[in-house]
């Protein structure tokens, strides 16, 4: 396997570059075939296949990053917050694993890169909301991307792959938001932030949802 390390923008630091195209240095996809131990009658489009890399990259950094906050906020004694961020980091890290069973049933190479250490400072648990909802977007924003590839490429195989995905990520990315509402609507009274955290430990989603809280 060909370890590189990539460049730390390429999956932080800029959002706004994660959908692009991914370098020759983040991931060494050319560098040799895959040893195929399946026969596929449909091989992936090079685009698709090199941000199938770069998104399974990605959601093994969100998953590193998402344990690294829920470190932050045990640290805090936010027992909810942090069990939110640590089953967040579960779910990143299952999708990674379905990205890679989707490229090993295509016979193609998983390439892994090194993960980077997380460097943000968050000084508020607003800061920290900022953060999760930021990553959410993203890697939505990724997976969407692909599916527009694939679909260009006729790829209808990997289109069904991502719908699934993309409709966890999109109801992830709904949570993040209400929970950062919620945060910021708290702003610095204590015992509001407490309350949120109660909820985040009962595993409660007390977003507004008119279809359902509507019956029928």
Known sequence: MIVVTPDRATFRGDRSTMTTTPSTEALALTSRSAQRRRPVPRTLAPDVLSHLQLHLQMELQASYDYFHLAVWFAERDLKGFAAFARQEALSEHRHACLVADHLIDRSQPVELATLQPN??????????????????????????????MAERAGDYITSVFLDGIIQQQTDSEAQAAYMMSRVRLAGEDAAALLLIDQELSRGEDGRPQLAKDGGS
């Open 119 to 148: 460097t943000d400072n968050w000084d508020s648990v607003e800061a920290a909301t900022q953060f999760i909802f930021d990553n959410e977007v993203a890697v939505t924003a990724s997976a969407q991307q692909i599916y527009s």
